[in-house]
């Protein structure tokens, strides 16, 4: 078998995690959507595969990370699918943020055929897909872990075995409660202090040494404070992600009331043409409540 790593999905994040691979000297083999999206792993010694088939025909381990669930189960186990190829003894590891249950569920279809699963969504945005810093919460077998961890090693700084399939979506989904409602909560701050008459960045500057500090206000303090909101990380998979919270919640009998509050929000900037921008634009809905822009 080859010891090429198949990657599929060059987009905000997977381009710079492909290119962190790149750079620690592993061979790579790719795939996304549109191939204009590949050229900078191509220029670097990337090899295109026009399928994720066929990107299975060459590589023994494959990441994926792709926006959702349909996109998952389409590269994992559609007609040109890794499975349609892959060998016994493939790893797969799904980077993306999708809902529990069909992670286990192409895990089960990946085990028929010989081939290990292991689910690895990240926390830490681009920034942190850039630097090589993200935060790996993974599910999958003791031997599956053991197999992705020294390529984990190379995309992130914490990476931590959370269980079995299926439990690193589910902890990623506890991950994206705390973002959402942390962006929202600094959103408010910003906007009571400044229309109090305080300058935003110098509540940051205090809150940021505090209880209350937190990576948001670091990460995205630009974004806030000059309303830069090119993504990072859109609204559309925030909201996407928040969903799949909602949905765990009803299964399990949790209720997510400020979840639940903050998903809304999301969606009233979906709806006002918001959702390609980055997730910090929440800071929008409550300045318009407010009637008033920090800084202003």
Not at 178 to 189: C, D, K, M, T
Not at 250 to 275: K, N
């Amino acid at each position: 078998m080859a010891n090429k790593i198949g990657f599929i999905g060059l987009g905000i994040m997977g381009g710079p995690m492909a290119n962190n691979l790149l750079g620690a000297g592993h061979e790579l083999v790719v795939n996304t959507l549109r191939r204009s999206r590949a050229e900078e792993q191509e220029s670097r010694g990337a090899q295109w595969a026009d399928s994720p088939g066929e990107v299975a025909e060459q590589a023994d381990t494959i990441i994926t990370m792709l926006p959702d669930s349909p996109q998952v189960s389409q590269v994992v186990g559609g007609e040109q699918g890794i499975l349609s190829t892959a060998r016994e003894g493939t790893l797969v590891i799904d980077m993306s943020t999708i809902a529990p249950g069909v992670t286990t569920e192409l895990a089960r279809a990946a085990a028929e055929k010989g081939v290990g699963m292991v689910d690895a969504p990240v926390s830490g945005g681009d920034i942190g897909a850039k630097e090589g810093t993200l935060s790996i919460m993974a599910g999958g077998s003791e031997q599956d872990f053991a197999r992705a961890k020294p390529l984990l090693e190379v995309l992130g700084k914490t990476i931590v075995h959370v269980g079995a399939v299926g439990a690193g979506q589910v902890v990623k989904a506890c991950n994206q409660i705390v973002v959402a409602l942390s962006i929202e909560a600094v959103a408010e701050a910003l906007v009571l202090g400044s229309k109090a008459g305080v300058e935003p960045a110098r509540i940051l500057d205090v809150l940021s040494g505090g209880l209350a500090g937190n990576r948001v206000m670091q990460v995205r303090r630009e974004n806030f404070l000059s309303h830069d909101f090119k993504p990072g990380f859109r609204i559309d998979l925030h909201h996407k992600d928040l969903g799949i919270a909602l949905a765990a919640g009803r299964e399990y009998g949790v209720p997510l009331p400020v979840t639940a509050i903050v998903d809304q929000m999301l969606q009233a900037l979906r709806m006002r043409g918001h959702g390609s921008e980055d997730h910090s634009a929440l800071l929008r809905v409550i300045e318009d409540s407010a009637q008033h822009e920090i800084g202003s």
